[in-house]
């Protein structure tokens, strides 16, 4: 999709983070922008901050985790803007922290989950049949994590995991059947956002107390943040993402450094040996840049 001047971009998770950057990038290259997002008050002021400048943009309200709030996101896409070309499945969230992948809670499957894979399929059910019926070049989208291309992070890399299978799996298909689509998979590092503030966006459905951290949980969390607070600038994450759909690229890697995770967890695969994760000793075989303990 080589130009994006006048075409109708939809990010979700789009008021605040990466799915902010992608929405100043594609305002900066003359695109119609949508942006959805759960928290109300955070999408009222980003799209009044983006429109001051006369960009044509719109906020709705919309929980990526409810089909029937995804399919009413493309209705009244389509109602304004009349067509759709770009879709970002941008909404995920952080959880599932503080113990073991089988002590999780059923609460932190569902919520993770529901936003970060449900919400990206609700998003290709609804809108990739609409975007073929068109007949017009569009592209799809889905934000993953290096979480999705290495080993172990739990519930969240269990979710991110989901989405660059699917992702993949989109490609083909759409290539198969000859439509003009194309799709990427954005896999970022460490970016300045608040995914680890994603609690405040939590439904408020009874659940089970998160209980306390164990404190190499605490020591993790605390070295995540300040990983956060030095990561990439949230706006040269969407310039990178406007510039992969021009150019077509699938894997979107903005952390080009970090791949030699990709090519370990790839050799230890095809070698048949164990993933890097609990170390002999106990302690936690973070393979990430900045943090090694254990």
């Known amino acids: 999709m080589q130009e994006l001047k006048g075409r109708v971009a939809v990010v979700t998770g789009g008021a605040s983070g990466i799915g902010?950057?992608?929405?100043?990038?594609?305002?900066?290259?003359?695109?119609?922008?949508?942006?959805?997002?759960?928290?109300?008050?955070?999408?009222?002021?980003?799209?009044?901050?983006?429109?001051?400048?006369?960009?044509?943009?719109?906020?709705?309200?919309?929980?990526?985790?409810?089909?029937?709030?995804?399919?009413?996101?493309?209705?009244?896409?389509?109602?304004?803007?009349?067509?759709?070309?770009?879709?970002?499945?941008?909404?995920?969230?952080?959880?599932?922290?503080?113990?073991?992948?089988?002590?999780?809670?059923?609460?932190?499957?569902?919520?993770?989950?529901?936003?970060?894979?449900?919400?990206?399929?609700?998003?290709?059910?609804?809108?990739?049949?609409?975007?073929?019926?068109?007949?017009?070049?569009?592209?799809?989208?889905?934000?993953?994590?290096?979480?999705?291309?290495?080993?172990?992070?739990g519930i969240y890399g269990v979710s991110k995991h989901a989405v660059v299978a699917l992702s993949e799996s989109i490609w083909n298909e759409l290539r198969q059947g000859g439509h003009s689509i194309g799709v990427s998979v954005l896999c970022p590092g460490w970016v300045r956002t608040r995914i680890m503030e994603s609690e405040r966006n939590r439904p408020e459905a009874p659940r089970e107390a998160p209980g306390e951290r164990r404190p190499e949980a605490e020591v993790m969390r605390a070295v995540v943040e300040k990983l956060i607070e030095a990561g990439l600038d949230p706006a040269d994450v969407g310039r990178l993402v406007a510039d992969s759909i021009e150019s077509e690229r699938f894997y979107v890697l903005p952390h080009s450094t970090w791949t030699n995770m990709i090519e370990n967890r790839m050799r230890r695969i095809v070698d048949g040996e164990d993933p890097i994760g609990v170390q002999p000793d106990g302690g936690m075989g973070i393979d990430l840049p900045g943090f090694s303990e254990g």
Not at 43 to 55: C, H, N
Not at 75 to 93: I, K, P, R
């Open 20 to 153: 902010r950057g992608m929405a100043e990038a594609f305002l900066a290259r003359g695109m119609k922008i949508v942006i959805a997002d759960v928290e109300a008050g955070s999408l009222e002021s980003t799209v009044a901050e983006l429109a001051k400048d006369g960009g044509e943009v719109i906020g709705i309200e919309c929980d990526v985790s409810s089909e029937a709030s995804v399919e009413k996101l493309r209705d009244e896409t389509l109602s304004h803007f009349g067509a759709v070309h770009v879709l970002c499945n941008n909404a995920g969230v952080a959880g599932g922290e503080g113990g073991t992948t089988w002590e999780a809670p059923q609460a932190d499957w569902d919520w993770v989950m529901g936003v970060n894979v449900m919400g990206v399929i609700y998003g290709i059910r609804h809108f990739i049949p609409t975007m073929i019926d068109q007949g017009t070049p569009g592209h799809i989208v889905n934000t993953a994590s290096m979480a999705g291309l290495i080993h172990g992070m």
